[in-house]
């Protein structure tokens, strides 16, 4: 196979490539640590102890190693990860932006780090007063009346906004069966209505990406609760019709649930409460620069009208005689979602972030995210085919259309990548874009960088013109090459587990 590389600028070299499992390593007798002669006789220990709770097996597959081999072989498996303090990671979608060390100094206070969730009221004041903060600093942020930051991620945000939703319609008296979502809307929205009870029917997009607004106003009638809109929405566009879609919602009785994971594209420019909207999330872990990836903890506060307010899941932090206090006398709300108060963590560094940057430098963040967008996107243009060309707003979606007629794929383009030194950009999705492959550059990163990718895409249309069979056996520099994506999903092998030979 030729594997020529040598227009590759930026690569990451690992320190070694031939790491073999922790297991493989044991040699027979190593320690790792060294432990005082047990002082008790082993009989008694035995009699004292009922036997069931005592090992039986001889801890014959464990790794024997020293410490400095553990240590060593664990720090070189973390240089093989991939992310944003190594490098540009485009997933689009999931605005993948450099995490400020600031905010880890912050969380690390040892008032913040070692605070008890069931401490007293009157021991957690910072901590309440942080959540107190961060409820105003988006309620502004979102120009809407009330915020909760219980949900533990977006799509539980989701599911709290439209639980919400379904309370109120319930209180008017007004139960509604349906819940209309677009087909640019982010995967998780129809999934969250679908759990909420509610009958899920599509609107198509029109040819310009944008929701159709002859069709919802065909479609919208006293059986739909709500419209949920992802906005900008997943071809990376802006809804030039949320005011009227808003109106239209609210003339025939429905609330418009508005996805606002994408505020990367609009924070401290655009408020969604200034539109219309009635009840959003939006993903402290995207915008907000709090870490994410790996299903780690995240935060999806939502943010509500007045009219949803009471609704909000309890308990609520409010302020009483100079103090802040749980509020657990909310009658209308929907009930807690979440243990203690949140992923409070993951709020605090958002709130350290927000506040080191103003309003003035939150705007300038996402003026400069959506020029970064359309940096690429005018770059790459002409060599990669934008189906929707409209207003780019924090992403720009390309397809492989004009790649394929030489054989190749977005996987194949996205695992190319990969070699040049680049986190893959999201891929397949949106669905109305076949080929897509969906690239957010965020705010953080700088033309140098941007520039590699842009030489990086280039190079790889090339490569697929001269030399397609090289990029269908992408990636060529990683330990591990191309998987076999169905046997991996088929028949995935998670655990190493000793074979007989190799059991001691
Ligand atoms: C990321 C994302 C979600 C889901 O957020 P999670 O925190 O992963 O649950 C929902 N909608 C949009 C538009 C997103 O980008």
Known sequence: MSNDNSRIKKVRTHISQNESLIFERSRSGAVGYKLPKIDVPTTEVNELVNS???????????????????????TRLSTW????????????????????????????????????????????????????????????????AAVTLQPAAGAHGEMTGIMMIRALLACRGDARKKVLIPDSAHGTNPATAAICGYTVEGIRSNERGLTDLAELEKRMDDSVAALMLTNPNTVGLFEENIEKICKLMHERGGLVYMDGANMNALCAVARPGDMGVDVMHMNLHKTMSTPHGGGGPGAGPVAVTKELAPYLPSPMVIKQDGKFVLD????????????????FGVVLRAVCYMLTLGSEGLRENTETAVLNANYIAHHLRDIYEIPYEGKIMHEVIFSDKRQKKYGITNGDIAKRLIDYGFHPPTMSFPLIVPGSL???????????????FIDAMKSIDKEAQENPEMLKHAPHTTRVGRFDEVAAARNPVLRWQATKSEEK
């Open 52 to 74: 069931k709770y005592l090992r039986t097996d001889d801890l014959a597959n464990m790794p024997e190693l020293a410490e400095p081999d553990v240590v060593r072989h664990f």
């Open 81 to 144: 990860n991939y992310g944003t303090d190594t490098g540009m990671f485009p997933l689009g979608s999931c605005t993948m932006k450099y995490n400020p060390k600031i905010n880890e100094l912050v969380a690390r206070l040892e008032g913040f780090a070692t605070a008890h969730p069931l401490l007293p009221e009157e021991s957690a004041q910072g901590c309440l007063e942080v959540i107190y903060l961060a409820e105003q600093l988006l309620a502004e942020i979102t120009g809407m």
């Open 328 to 343: 657990y006398n909310r009658p209308q709300s929907i009930g807690r979602i979440r243990a203690f108060y949140g992923n």
């Open 438 to 452: 969906m690239v957010e550059p965020t705010e953080s990163e700088g033309r140098e960088e941007m520039d590699l």
